[in-house]
Nanobody, 124 residues
Framework: QVQLVESGGGLVQAGDSLRLSCASS????????MGWFRQAPGKELEFVAT????????HYAPSVNGRFTVYRDNAKNTVSLEMNDVKPEAAARYYC?????????????????WGQGTQVTVAS
């Protein structure tokens, strides 16, 4: 059973930055793409960003493109999400997930392992 543990959430002022991290217990971490998703109250889970297994390719939701950056450290089994110029609509619970393949994908059905999430609250 793979464990994904997110950290770094909290209260952030609109316009400021926040970094989320996710630590994985997966022994073959470097062979799987990773993704970040979020869910705001009353809304569906939505894709935020994904990074390929080797970290060579990334893809973002249009709403965060240019402001959020996803990166990974395969030596440390971690994936992070750097959030810059945070908007009020970014307030949500953020989840780290491991894909079933090496290529980064946006659809949540392509992910088999999920963390418990970390809450991001935005003060405007």
């Amino acid at each position: 059973q793979v464990q994904l543990v997110e950290s770094g959430g909290g209260l952030v002022q609109a316009g400021d930055s926040l970094r989320l991290s996710c630590a994985s217990s997966e022994h073959s971490f470097s062979t799987y793409a990773m993704g970040w998703f979020r869910q705001a109250p009353g809304k569906e889970l939505e894709f935020v960003a994904t990074i390929s297994a080797r970290g060579s390719a990334t893809h973002y939701a249009p709403s965060v493109n240019g402001r959020f950056t996803v990166y990974r450290d395969n030596a440390k089994n971690t994936v992070s999400l750097e959030m810059n110029d945070v908007k009020p609509e970014a307030a949500a619970r953020y989840y780290c997930a491991q894909a079933r393949e090496a290529a980064g994908v946006a659809h949540l059905d392509s992910y088999s392992e999920w963390g418990q999430g970390t809450q991001v609250t935005v003060a405007s």
